[in-house]
């Protein structure tokens, strides 16, 4: 049976009208021949400008050359498969088409079908963007840490240095010798928190955080004792329970980072005239691994204030040492660690985080 018998017998043209893709069939000279309404509802045009015209005046000035060269392959018998260009509708908007095209030689025409791919290339683009913001945002933040940690050092050797010229024999008072081993401790502390610091923006750890054995009770002795005069100034107690769980899988800059901006979080929004009670206790579920830092103070008021808990620069109470950064700290660091964070707070209560590790 002839193609025309065919085409006759099933009556295509019903098939070619409705179909909301663009149907289209070419001429090797570059013409349109036939074109489905969707397509001229599509451009914009009336369906004689559209004959009028090559199908080059159609197609985005900037992918004419490659549309030609493709095209070319075409008229060698070459079938053309998902190619994307840009098309330019009479209103001047852009267009991104996907097409799929069969050549037949001994017509000289060319049976094309197109699908309208704009709002996907405008999801990809925002994508690239959003890529582009965020890298360029973290290697700004990872500059900035770097130029930070690194500037530090000096004013930090410098206390060194100079506790290290005090006479301590000259000193007579015990609580003054006192005070200035914890001064001590306290300057050597930071400087190896630098260090470190320094040490894993070199190695890129921060990005891609390396993961070990981290004894929790370790991690939060050593921050307690660097803490040791803030605490004994405000009276702060610690309930600490790591009897279910006293190593984790995670990586150990990042979790120091945590408990210390939780505990010191803690003692920073204790009620007036209250001293802190911080409780940190670690436990297994069938999920994973979990620590739960609570304490006893001034808490907020989660319906108002959960939505923007870890963004950065958010600050909920007129403390003067607020500065948005640490529950980001806290939420990005989980986020590296592939875990989570979960709140649950009381104005005049107190607040309860749950530290959640998957595995």
């Excluded at 120091?256 to 803690?266: E, K, P, Q, V």
């Excluded at 600050?315 to 939420?331: A, E, M, P, Q, R």
């Amino acid at each position: 049976m002839e193609l025309n018998d065919i085409e006759t017998e099933l009556d295509l043209e019903p098939f070619f009208s409705q179909s909301q893709d663009y149907l289209c069939i070419a001429g090797y000279d570059g013409y349109f021949r036939k074109i489905n309404p969707a397509f001229i509802k599509l451009m914009g045009y009336t369906r004689e400008e559209i004959f009028a015209n090559p199908i080059s005046h159609f197609v985005h000035p900037e992918d004419r050359q490659n549309t030609a060269e493709t095209r070319a392959k075409i008229l060698e018998g070459i079938p053309l498969l998902h190619f994307q260009n840009r098309y330019l509708t009479k209103s001047g908007e852009i267009v991104w088409l996907t097409w799929t095209s069969i050549p037949m030689p001994e017509k000289e025409l060319i049976y094309a079908i197109s699908k309208n791919i704009t709002h996907l290339k405008k999801l990809e683009e925002d994508r690239q963007f959003r890529i582009k913001y965020l890298t360029s945002k973290n290697s700004g933040l990872t500059q900035l840490s770097y130029t930070t940690a690194h500037d530090l050092r000096s004013p930090v050797n410098n206390l060194i240095s100079l506790v290290n010229l005090l006479d301590r024999s000259k000193i007579q008072d015990e609580e003054n010798l006192m005070c200035l081993e914890l001064l001590e401790k306290s300057i050597y502390k930071l400087k190896d928190t630098l260090n470190n610091q320094v040490d894993n923006l070199k190695e890129n750890r921060l990005l891609k955080p390396s993961l070990e054995p981290v004894n929790l009770r370790e991690v939060s002795q050593t921050i307690v004792d660097s803490l040791r005069s803030l605490i004994e100034e405000t009276g702060t107690s610690f309930e600490i329970d790591f009897s279910e769980i006293e190593f984790l899988q995670v990586n150990k800059f990042y979790l120091h980072s945590i408990f210390l901006n939780l505990i010191t979080n803690s003692i920073k929004y204790a009620k007036p005239g209250i001293p802190p009670i911080i409780s940190i206790i670690s436990r297994k579920n069938e999920v994973g691994s979990q620590i739960l830092f609570s304490d006893n103070g001034i808490g907020f008021d989660m319906e108002k204030n959960k939505s923007k808990l870890f963004e950065l620069n958010q600050v909920f109470t007129d403390h003067k040492d607020s500065k948005g950064i640490g529950l980001y700290l806290v939420k990005s660091y989980m986020n590296s660690l592939g875990g989570d964070i979960e709140v649950v707070s009381k104005t005049g209560v107190g607040t309860t985080f749950t530290l959640i590790f998957k595995g």
